[in-house]
């Protein structure tokens, strides 16, 4: 686990990454069934369904799948949902852009 989404040096993270979006509802009026995650590159878009909401999903829950995000800008976004599949009433989207660069090493 990273921590806050921000850059990150991908060699750093050889096997790959998986993005996490975690909610936290202020009362039981905020409650969210689904949240729609989309991501730029690799391309995915999907109705995360069951906590935790993952990008590159997660299987058993809370194995995240790792993916090797390519160098450069990107955008992930979520959107929640208070019906189940990503139908109806939806909420403000969060989205956060990111850079996933290369530090070089020391020369030999």
């Known amino acids: 686990e990273i921590g806050p989404l921000g850059d990150?040096?991908?060699s750093?993270?050889?096997?790959?990454?998986?993005?996490?979006?975690?909610?936290s509802p202020c009362s039981t009026a905020d409650f969210i069934?689904?949240?729609?995650?989309t991501?730029?590159?690799p391309s995915v878009s999907f109705?995360?369904?069951?906590?935790?909401?993952s990008v590159f999903r997660d299987s058993p829950e809370g194995d995240y799948r790792a993916v090797v995000i390519p160098v450069g800008v990107h955008t992930v976004s979520a959107t929640p949902y208070?019906?189940?599949d990503c139908s109806s009433d939806a909420g403000a989207t969060f989205s956060q852009t990111f850079e996933v660069t290369v530090i070089a090493g020391p020369c030999v």
Not at 12 to 23: C, K, Q, T
Not at 47 to 53: F, G, R, V
């Open 47 to 53: 109705c995360e369904l069951d906590t935790p909401y």
């Open 8 to 10: 990150y040096d991908e």
């Open 82 to 84: 208070l019906s189940a």
């Open 12 to 23: 750093a993270y050889p096997s790959g990454v998986n993005i996490r979006a975690d909610y």
């Open 33 to 37: 069934d689904s949240v729609r995650v």
């Open 39 to 41: 991501f730029d590159d």
